[in-house]
Nanobody
Framework: QVQLVESGGGLVHAGGSLRLSCAFS????????IGWHRQAPGKQREVVAD???????NYADSVKGRFTIQRDNAKNTVYLQMNSLKPEDTAVYYC???????????WGQGTQVTVSF
């Protein structure tokens, strides 16, 4: 069974940085596309970034140039480095895994990111 565990959320001031971590277990890491999604109160969940094994990362326009996603295949972990944080980045951030070909999808429990003025 695929399990995703997020960590690294917290409270920061505008302009600060956080690094989120998504630990993957229970299956073959390389056959999954791993993404970060976020959902703010009263708003729709949106894709922030994703990355496949060996592929180029993709970013939402709102975070390009500020966030970086990377895979550490030795640790079965995906990171989201978040720099120059803005109050509008405040949301619960979820790790998502999508299996290539079969389309199975899994979600982590979420981690809260709060950016204060």
């Amino acid at each position: 069974q695929v399990q995703l565990v997020e960590s690294g959320g917290g409270l920061v001031h505008a302009g600060g940085s956080l690094r989120l971590s998504c630990a993957f277990s229970g299956s073959t890491f390389s056959i999954y596309v791993i993404g970060w999604h976020r959902q703010a109160p009263g708003k729709q969940r949106e894709v922030v970034a994703d990355i496949s094994n060996g592929g180029s990362p993709n970013y939402a326009d709102s975070v390009k140039g500020r966030f970086t996603i990377q895979r550490d295949n030795a640790k079965n972990t995906v990171y989201l480095q978040m720099n120059s944080l803005k109050p509008e980045d405040t949301a619960v951030y979820y790790c998502n895994a999508r299996r290539i070909l079969l389309g199975y999808e899994y979600w982590g429990q979420g981690t809260q990111v709060t950016v204060s003025f």
